[in-house]
């Protein structure tokens, strides 16, 4: 009998704490989606993340990481985490930027000098202030910032001035702080979904795209161009964000959980890209691509005549904050 009644205790206590949403509720199930290969860091790092999330919180969450532009292309998935078909993804703030211009100041070309740089604007005064004004904006939340790489342009024909590229059709991502650059050299700039880009190329729709060396490598745009031109215009990042509406629903603690595992993928992630990098001039070198340097001071010089920041919604005063930081190296 006293069993009989400890059972049913049990069992009045499980059912209370489903009911209240308690340790034994259901499991949450996550979508986080991006638009990168499956064999890149940024989704290795991302499923290593949903992994750990799960084990922190004792199974309360089960995230799936969908890459390959599987929930749509980088403008959908922003979207969809005001929508609801994801909670998570990674992006980069020129996308944030279409929420809230002012984040995506640090696409204006030549902003940062390197990745220590970037990276070191990751932890400033200056990139807390512009992701809260994101957050405001969407209530969506920042965790972390990846290093994407250094983008450099790939074309049929090679070029060394700002002059050669006039006339250029240029693949360039669908957020306005893409476009910067080759529109003060003149190119005919023609905005691609990311997915679509390697046949693009391949059938002639464009002459040239940009990209770091890492994504040049992924996507295999070095089997349809020839040419690299190390125009190193833009120190890209990403950030993983987390929807307004997965965010309020999270609790102090798991919001730390959530934080923490983030920042320690952002970091390894990181690390992959820079050592990579650094190693695939050579290794496009070995496949026959012609590699062009240029005057990087040019190319700059005639982005800051032609284009200006109000133009893109970006505050020259952010800007200058960012020059004013030292990097770590």
């Not at 499980?14 to 991006?34: C, E, Y």
């Not at 990745?115 to 969506?140: C, Q, R």
């Not at 002459?207 to 490598?217: C, F, G, M, R, V």
Request: proline share 4%; charged share 25%; glycine share 6%.
């Amino acid at each position: 009998m006293i069993d009989r009644r400890r059972g049913l205790a049990a069992a009045l206590a499980l059912a209370a704490a489903v009911a209240l949403g308690g340790p034994a509720s259901a499991q949450t199930k996550l979508k986080w989606a991006h638009v990168y290969e499956p064999a890149e860091p940024f989704h290795t790092a991302s499923v290593w993340a949903a992994g750990e999330i799960a084990k922190r919180t004792n199974g309360r969450y089960q995230i799936d990481v969908y890459p390959s532009s599987q929930l749509g292309k980088e403008s959908d998935i922003n979207q969809g985490l005001a929508l609801g078909t994801v909670d998570m993804i990674i992006s980069g703030s020129s996308f944030a930027g279409k929420a809230y211009p002012p984040i995506g100041v640090t696409y204006y070309p030549y902003t940062f000098r390197d990745a220590d740089h970037l990276l070191a604007y990751a932890k400033s005064d200056v990139f807390k202030e512009l992701a809260k004004g994101y957050e405001e904006k969407t209530g969506n939340q920042i965790l972390s910032v990846t290093y994407y790489g250094v983008r450099q342009a790939t074309s049929n024909k090679p070029f060394k001035t700002c002059a050669e590229m006039k006339g250029l059709k240029i693949r360039v991502p669908d957020a306005p702080a893409y476009l910067a650059m080759p529109k003060a050299c003149g190119a005919n700039i023609t905005p691609i979904a990311f997915a679509e880009v390697y046949l693009a190329l391949q059938n002639g729709t464009v002459d040239a795209q940009e990209n770091p060396l890492t994504t040049i490598e992924a996507k295999k745009f070095y089997e349809v161009q020839k040419n690299i031109i190390l125009t190193g215009h833009i120190v890209d990042h990403l950030n993983t964000v987390v929807s307004g509406a997965l965010w309020k629903k999270l609790s102090p603690e798991d919001r730390k959980i959530f934080t923490e595992v983030a920042q320690e993928a952002a970091a390894k992630a990181t690390a992959e890209v820079a050592k990579r990098e650094k190693e695939l001039l050579d290794v496009f070198k070995q496949k026959g691509l012609t590699i062009t340097e240029v005057d990087t001071a040019e190319f700059r010089d005639t982005v800051m005549k032609n284009i200006t920041f109000e133009s893109f919604g970006y505050r020259k005063a952010d800007w200058d904050r960012i020059q004013a930081i030292k990097s770590n190296m």
